[in-house]
């Protein structure tokens, strides 16, 4: 079982930034695909970024160019830095681990809001 602890949520004016993370437990994290996951109020949950093994990444387009989705094996961490920030990017913000038998794990998420 995997155990996922995101942090990094908060309230930001447009056009600023935030680093979210997400913490993962298990000692094969180097394996997992990792992705980004929002839901804003009213809607469903959306893809926003995924990375895998390998380091390859993938983007909605809604925010290529603006999010970087990155991990550090060594700290079993995944990131989402967040720059340009607009007021249709508030949500809550989860992170999801994919192992090798093909289950997803889910974080709790981060709430992220920003004001215009």
């Known amino acids: 079982q995997v155990q996922l602890v995101e942090s990094g949520g908060g309230l930001v004016q447009a056009g600023g930034s935030l680093r979210l993370s997400c913490a993962a437990s298990?000692?094969?994290?180097?394996?997992?695909?990792m992705g980004w996951f929002r839901q804003a109020p009213g809607k469903e949950r959306e893809f926003v970024a995924r990375?895998?093994?390998?380091?390859?990444?993938f983007y909605a387009t809604s925010v290529k160019g603006r999010f970087t989705i990155s991990r550090d094996n060594a700290k079993n961490t995944v990131y989402l830095q967040m720059n340009s920030l607009k007021p249709e990017d508030t949500a809550v913000y989860s992170c999801?681990?994919?192992?090798?038998?093909?289950?997803?794990?889910w974080g709790q998420g981060t709430q992220v809001t920003v004001s215009s």
């Open positions: 999801s681990a994919r192992v090798a038998s093909g289950y997803e794990y």
């Open positions: 298990g000692r094969t994290f180097s394996s997992y695909t």
């Open positions: 990375t895998w093994s390998s380091g390859s990444t």
